[in-house]
């Protein structure tokens, strides 16, 4: 990623970054709640109705953010050599492990060349082609996916209130104020 | 008297050709002319309707002794196809037909009882193993014809129902009281070999 001499994130990326956060976790527990639901749950289809259209959110807005980091840049990260690699590794696989859970949640449902609804709004058509058990497959690597994205951002978390706390830099506080 | 005796000739070797040995045929469904189906009540308003699409099986029958027929089909549990992607995937799950650890159910039949009243119907016995469970079932079966085809072969068509309850092969996810059983139908031509 191209680093920019600026020290912060501009608004957008802000917001998008903790409505992504929020929409990470939200539906991580969502997910993990819905697929216990017993069939005559009131939930049974109203829970995947959101899960699909939040998570095609998650979606748009992701494919959003890296075009955006890619013309943009990010700012200067701050640290040792190390602690630069170790950030960037760690911001390449949170967003690599972003992606493999919203499209594997795509596949799912798209697993038998229909559509999803984006919040009845429209439509999200299939892929032109579909691999045989797509379902199941893309099932697997979503659950995965998930807990090692969750993961991972916990990580970050973590690591950000440390730099906070017990590095005392700005790290935290770039990703709040403009 | 050519014709006679051509005619004689052919009895003959019909006679001679038929010492009571069974033919066997090959499920056609490499030629997609041979299908398993099931229909389920949805809450008790509906039918839902799925089948497999991958299976395959063979037969012998013997029109002299229908009571010799036998059956053996094998069927890809991962394949079932409700035409809804979401729901196949939890078919396929350990809620229903665990593909994972049972990726075939098969059917093997012991006898074949044809009906005293109609040689073309009758009742097909045999094991069958679904979910890693083996239970003696009972397919009403009625041949549908037989004869050759168009292009050099001879084919020979069945069709079949009998209900299944879930519960026995250890299918217990709750879809209420209206679902505890699914009815399966099959439509099975034969290529002779």
Redesign the interface.
């Known amino acids: 990623m191209r680093e920019v001499g600026v020290k912060g994130y501009d608004a957008l990326m802000i917001i998008i970054h903790w409505s992504s956060a929020l929409l990470v976790f939200g539906l991580f527990v969502l997910g993990w709640w819905m697929v216990d639901l017993t069939y005559y749950s009131n939930w049974y289809t109203t829970a995947p109705w959101w899960h699909k259209s939040l998570g095609l959110l998650v979606l748009f807005i992701t494919l959003f953010r890296v075009v955006w980091r890619l013309v943009k840049g990010t700012p200067t990260i701050d640290g040792s050599a190390f602690e630069k690699k170790a950030a960037k590794l760690g911001h390449v696989l949170l967003y690599i492990s972003l992606l493999a859970v919203v499209f594997s949640g795509y596949l799912i449902s798209t697993g038998e060349g229909k559509p999803i609804s984006f919040f009845d709004w429209f439509d999200v058509p299939a892929l032109p082609f579909q691999v045989d058990q797509q379902a199941t497959l893309a099932g697997a690597i979503h659950e995965y996916a998930a807990y090692v994205l969750v993961i991972l951002a916990l990580g970050h978390g973590v690591m950000a209130l440390k730099h906070h706390f017990i590095d005392k830099r700005s790290t935290l506080i770039r990703m709040i104020k403009p | 008297m050519k014709t006679q005796l051509l005619a004689l000739s052919a009895i003959v070797g019909s006679v001679l050709a038929a010492p009571a040995v069974a033919d066997d045929y090959v499920i056609d469904t490499e030629g997609q002319h041979a299908f398993i189906q099931f229909k389920i009540k949805h809450l008790g308003y509906s039918w839902l309707l799925g089948r497999f699409n991958d299976f395959e099986g063979k037969f012998s029958y013997d029109e002299a002794n229908p009571g010799n027929a036998s059956v053996e089909v094998t069927i890809d549990t991962?394949s079932v196809?409700t035409?809804?992607?979401?729901r196949?995937?939890h078919l396929?799950?350990d809620d229903f037909l665990n593909?994972g650890e049972y990726p075939e159910a098969s059917f093997v039949s012991t006898r074949y009882v044809p009906d005293s009243d109609d040689e073309n119907e009758g009742t097909l016995y045999g094991n069958f193993t679904l979910n890693g469970v083996t239970k003696e079932i009972a397919i009403e079966v009625e041949q549908v014809g037989a004869g050759e085809d168009p292009w050099g072969g001879f084919r020979r068509g069945f069709e079949g129902e009998v209900d299944l309850t879930l519960a026995d092969y250890n299918i217990d996810?709750?879809?209420?009281p209206e679902a505890k059983e699914v009815e399966l139908y099959l439509s099975i031509e034969g290529v002779r070999q």
Not at chain 2, 173 to 176: A, C, F, Q, S, V
């Open positions: 991962a196809d035409n809804h992607a979401e196949d995937k396929r799950s593909t996810y709750n879809l209420g």
